[in-house]
């Protein structure tokens, strides 16, 4: 508050000034994040039918390798993390490669690289397909540098909600129905569906087999109930990301689903936010993004209490500002 004068502070004073200093400081390490993540050079060409992508309008998209064929998709989400699902892995580590900045996996270009895998973490309570727990980090076996082709998405904070009707895009290598795998990256927009909706829809026409007919906690659905356009083989482990004020956000990992763009049966995904927890403390540098209002109105908040405790508690206080 400018015009005041400076007096002395006690001690406690400042532990409390140091304190606020560091709760600011987090807080805009949070919005740089929010800067830096999920905003890719080439914008995104807003087409529900399943098509083309453009190289760099998905940097975070890798393309998990097995002995140099695609066997899976994943997505960057640090200079040296990449995450996808724990069901991709099912040989030895030292035959899988990651694949980054390709836009065709024929061609990947000069602007592409591929990476050795360091090392894999499964999420322990992971029990086989269609079951909770279907995530994996990779450890690159080297830090990239970021371009307009290789960047990471943003990870959303548990705060984060992905509510029904939300229109979000999933990315892959993966089968085009009944036509071989296709070499250019793909992109369709699917809109999100609540788990008591797609419990639903998978409890309609039931056959024997092992897919669960309830959509438990740790998933997210996606996609439309007369079918037709859907995740499919190939596109595992990749992203479904959802706009998040100026950023694109990694709301779901392709996990499971009963065929392909079949009616009745959307497609499954690994819920990011419910695996916060676990991603911090495997990757403890990593950053998760809130909502950019609920930021802003949390930097309002601890800045008025911090006035008023400065002004009202008498006695010597340092005040500055304007």
């Not at 087409?47 to 453009?54: C, L, M, Y």
């Not at 797609?198 to 109930?225: E, H, Q, W």
Request: aromatic share 10%.
């Amino acid at each position: 508050v400018a015009g005041l004068q400076e007096v002395q502070a006690t001690s406690g004073e400042c532990t409390f000034s140091a304190f606020l200093f560091l709760l600011f400081q987090i807080l805009n390490e949070s919005l740089s994040f929010l800067a830096a993540c999920g905003r890719p050079h080439v914008s995104l060409n807003r087409i529900v039918k399943g098509q083309d992508t453009a190289p760099g309008e998905f940097p975070w998209q890798i393309s998990l390798q097995l002995n140099k064929r695609h066997v899976c998709g994943g997505s960057l989400i640090s200079d040296e993390w990449v995450i996808t699902a724990a069901h991709c892995f099912y040989q030895d580590l030292s035959q899988y490669q990651v694949l980054l900045g390709a836009n065709q996996l024929s061609n990947p270009g000069p602007q592409s690289c591929c990476l050795g895998v360091k090392k894999v973490i499964v999420n322990p309570t992971y029990a086989g397909q269609t079951s909770s727990g279907d995530i994996a980090l990779v450890q690159l076996a080297r830090k990239v540098h970021y371009s307009e082709f290789i960047l990471p998405i943003c990870l959303p904070d548990a705060s984060v909600k992905f509510p029904p009707g939300k229109v979000c895009w999933v990315t892959g290598w993966g089968n085009l129905l009944d036509l071989p795998s296709p070499q250019t990256l793909q992109k369709l927009q699917v809109p999100i569906i609540d788990s008591k909706t797609c419990s639903a829809l998978y409890r309609t026409n039931i056959a024997d087999g092992p897919i669960p007919r309830v959509i438990k906690d740790d998933m997210i659905c996606a996609g439309f109930a007369e079918g037709r356009k859907d995740a499919c083989k190939g596109d595992s482990g990749g992203p479904m990301v959802c706009p998040v004020g100026q950023s694109w956000v990694l709301a779901g990992i392709v996990s499971w689903g009963e065929g392909c763009a079949i009616e009745n049966r959307p497609g499954v995904y690994s819920r990011l936010t419910y695996y916060q927890k676990w991603i911090h403390s495997h990757i403890p540098g990593i950053q998760f993004v809130k909502d950019p209002n609920k930021v802003e109105r949390i930097r309002v908040l601890c800045f008025f209490p911090c006035l008023f405790v400065c002004v009202v508690g008498g006695e010597s206080y340092l005040i500055s500002g304007t």
